[in-house]
């Protein structure tokens, strides 16, 4: 079937709830991706960090295959014998001792708010159904009902209330704020330790480490989402690591799974996740052997194929290049490994319109609002890949008016 046919097809029974670049694809292998007219892409997007180890690596997919033929779902009721290594090497990788597995980003939010509410209540003599959880505007943690109650982005959240209570808001990157909201009965900050949705937003220097500091003092508990951020997508295990602050829970997505099936986490000390007993939380599809070959798999290539070492070295190195472009539309170029943010100044027209053209090169990326680009190349990109999009991105940048 043609593209255009797809596209109508698409655009007349689906619903409207994305507005994506014009391009069908139909095969990925590494960073490349393919149309159904043969076109080839490089993907700088890695569908927002999810497929870090590349598309469809012979590894992970072998791993599919040989767990899909054995057994891929016994749900909770029962146990299998995928879980208990995945919950292990996980926790080995993290630091952390214990897990719990769900399937998509938004649901593994959900449950760190719920473990943390509960610790409250059960560790820190929080009256009932009256903790509170600071957040930070521009925050990106999902799309449930309770997640976009939130959120400070009026297009997530306009007209899908009413929210529950429980949420405060404090600006990014000032732990002032968060240190002056915080009251006896706050029992987590959750934040992202770039935000990436945002615009690619990188705190002051310091801020990770006074956030570590306030949450101890205050025995409030240290959320971080690094669903995007994390598994060497910005050149360490984790954005947090740059300034060596361990939070109390990571939330892991995307990438933990190779980008091959919907797999997230909580991971989190023995204390804080033992406040969950049987029946207070569960998914039918979490933790299913299928899900956890999968993760492990994926899990092992980062480590095996030194992808998070890749991701800083040419991270920095690209950033590099990218600040010798010489265009009139460039305000700021910023990143930490492969997460990288080209914001334009707002006479630019947007970010689209570049991003378009950048699609017609060969090289899919994504504007983030209205005036940043973001790259995030899959972490098995090589120097050459780079170098091919350096010139693409410089030519676009430089002759689009
Ligand atoms: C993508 C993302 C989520 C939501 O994950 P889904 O799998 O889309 O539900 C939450 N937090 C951050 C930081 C993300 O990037």
Redesign the pocket.
Known sequence: MKAEELIKIEDKYGAHNYHPLDVILTKGEGVWVWDVDGNKYLDFLAA??SVNQGHCHPRIIDAMKAQAEKLTITSRAFRNDQLAHFCKEVCEFTGMEMLLPM???????ETAIKTVRKWGYTHKNVPLDQAEIITCAE??????TT?VGFSTEELYKKYFGPYPAGFKSVPFGDAEALEAAITDKTVAFMF?PI???AGVLIPPTGYLKKVREICTKHNVLMVA?????GLGRTGKRFACDYENAKPDIY?L??AISGGVY?V?AVVTKRDIMSVFTPGEHGSTFAGNPLACAVAREALKILVDEKLIENSYELGNYFMDRLRTIDSKHIKEVRGRGLLIGVELHATAGGARRFCEALMDEGMLCKETHENTIRFAPPLVAKKEDIDWAFEKIEKILTTLD
């Open positions: 927002y960090s399937n998509s980003g938004a649901e593994a939010v925050n990106f943690h999902g799309r449930t997640i992202e935000q990436a949705e989402d690094e669903i995007q951020t939330i997505g995307k919907p997230s």
